[in-house]
């Protein structure tokens, strides 16, 4: 408890305790950048700060390989094309596994620290760079192998096509089996799931109503036709009578149309 103080200047505490001072580079990653001051400190006071443009590159490298263990790979920017393509190789990393690299969280932070990944572009962000330049897309094409890469849109399609002759989209995201999305209708005559990896990995089904609702998934359609269909028909031929709803699916044309009205006359 301090019961009486007199004021003192910065510089007579300075002078007074000159042993006790020392300057500190104080440092960490915001906003997507390497933001660094000096600090001076009498014993465990701060007395000023000054901010610094650059920081050692041995010290920015240490920022950001703590800060990336941390706060994890989410602090890299992932857009939407370096997320399926993560996705696609992790799947093939499942299904095949090597020559196809782990792309888990803790993989990937195990090759940074080794410097193996993503080398160039965290150094530039080590050297005052921002994290939004750091190329993802490229970092993980850099890790497929070859010559096998070159079968990646063969084993890890990113669309399919679907009885009706249209393309549709594969989702990878959900995590070791791709996920397609058609209505009940657009899959008629479809009797063999499709597959991907080689033939390792079905296709997830989303089957869909006519109003895009999902109605079953499946994994297995010749099953889904000769049971679960009869249960989906009997609840939604009432419900949407302009769309067919054949009693035998797997002999029915596909279609993604509805019957046409006719005309009163």
Request: proline share 9%; no cysteine.
């Amino acid at each position: 408890m301090i019961r009486a103080a007199a004021p003192l200047e910065a510089a007579d505490a300075e002078q007074a305790g000159d042993a006790l001072v020392h300057e500190d580079l104080e440092a960490d990653l915001e906003g997507g950048r390497i933001r660094a001051r000096a600090v001076t400190r009498l014993g465990s006071i701060e007395m000023s700060s000054r901010p610094l443009g650059r920081v050692p590159e041995e010290e920015g490298a240490r920022l950001v390989a703590s800060a990336l263990a941390r706060r994890g790979l989410d602090l890299l920017p992932w857009p939407g094309a370096a997320r399926s393509l993560r996705d696609r190789m992790a799947v093939l990393h499942a299904a095949l596994g090597d020559p196809w690299p782990d792309v888990s969280e803790e993989a990937l932070l195990a090759r940074m620290r080794d410097g193996g990944w993503m080398g160039a572009d965290l150094a530039r962000v080590a050297r005052g760079g921002s994290l939004a330049a750091v190329d993802t897309v490229g970092g993980l094409r850099a890790l497929l192998p070859w010559p096998e890469a070159a079968r990646l849109d063969e084993l890890a399609p990113q669309r399919l096509p679907i009885p009706t002759g249209a393309m549709r989209a594969l989702d990878w995201s959900q995590g070791g089996q791709p996920v397609l999305s058609l209505r009940v209708q657009e899959a008629f005559a479809w009797l063999d799931t499709p597959t991907v990896a080689d033939g390792r990995v079905p296709v997830l089904l989303h089957l869909l109503d006519p109003a895009g609702r999902p109605v079953a998934v499946t994994a297995d359609l010749r099953s889904f036709w000769a049971g679960p269909y009869r249960e989906v028909r009997a609840q939604l031929r009432g419900r949407y009578p302009r769309h067919p709803w054949p009693e035998d699916p797997a002999g029915a044309e596909p279609t993604s149309r509805a019957k046409r009205r006719e005309r009163r006359r």
